[in-house]
């Protein structure tokens, strides 16, 4: 069964600094996967995906991922943290049945940047 | 244009009330989901449409109505709902539903639902 776990529930960083959001994936196959962010009180929005083609993925913002296959991983990265940065980030894989396309969450990370 | 509406944005009801819950996309996509979110946790899938038929339900108690009228409008009717259902739900949209292509799902702001 596919499944996502996000190692860190919270993760502080000050602005300017690099962010590293963790993620490890278990998939019986090449998986779909997805960062997706969502500040308070909206919906989410689409950082980026890894689709089997290239290993490492550049997203909005800034960020980007790498699909480590020897280390079942798709952390997320950004070089330099900026204010509007601070948010839950999901990652996320997709679980095909066939017939529909099922989007699995991991529990989160929230990211505060400080001054 | 990427955007998923819905509303209201705010839905206040009592646990003998009905209302109903909208979202449009006119983004040509042929898949729509319903989720809800629970405060501090991830979203929950509970419904999907693909090309205007329901094909997915994940259990969901029947006092959750869902409703696909065209390939652009999702509803969700509510109805006798208990206050543990008070949640955002969120609604979104993809281009199809699976494979061999997959095709990133676009999610609306929500309808903060509180039942009292």
């Known amino acids: 069964a596919q499944s996502v776990t996000q190692l860190d529930s919270h993760v502080s960083v000050s602005e300017g600094t690099p962010v590293l959001l963790r993620c490890n994936y278990s998939?019986?196959?090449?998986?779909?996967l997805f960062w997706y962010v969502q500040h308070p009180n909206k919906g989410l929005q689409l950082l980026l995906k890894?689709?089997?083609?290239?290993?490492l993925v550049k997203g909005i913002n800034g960020f980007e991922a790498e699909f480590k296959k020897s280390e079942t991983s798709f952390h997320l990265t950004k070089p330099s943290a900026h204010m509007s940065d601070a948010a839950e980030y999901f990652c996320?894989?997709?679980?095909?049945?066939?017939?529909?396309?099922?989007?699995?969450f991991g529990t989160g990370t929230r990211l505060q940047v400080t001054l | 244009d990427t955007e998923v509406t819905q509303t209201p944005k705010h839905l206040v009801m009592g646990m003998t009330n009905k209302k109903s819950l909208k979202c449009e996309q006119h983004?040509?996509?042929?898949?729509m989901y319903w989720y809800k979110q629970k405060a501090k946790k991830p979203p929950e899938l509970m419904f999907v449409y693909s090309y205007e038929k329901l094909s997915i339900n994940e259990s969901v108690p029947s006092r959750f109505s869902p409703e696909c009228p065209n390939s652009s409008l999702l509803n969700l009717h509510l109805h006798a709902l208990q206050p543990e259902d008070s949640a955002l739900y969120l609604c979104?949209?993809?281009?199809?539903?699976?494979?061999?292509?997959?095709?990133?799902?676009?999610f609306g702001p929500g309808t903060r639902l509180t039942v009292t």
């Open positions: 979104a949209s993809s281009q199809d539903r699976g494979r061999p292509h997959s095709y990133e799902q676009y």
């Open positions: 998939s019986s196959y090449s998986p779909s």
């Open positions: 890894y689709t089997s083609a290239a290993t």
């Open positions: 996320v894989v997709e679980i095909n049945t066939g017939t529909a396309s099922k989007l699995t």
């Open positions: 983004m040509g996509h042929r898949a």
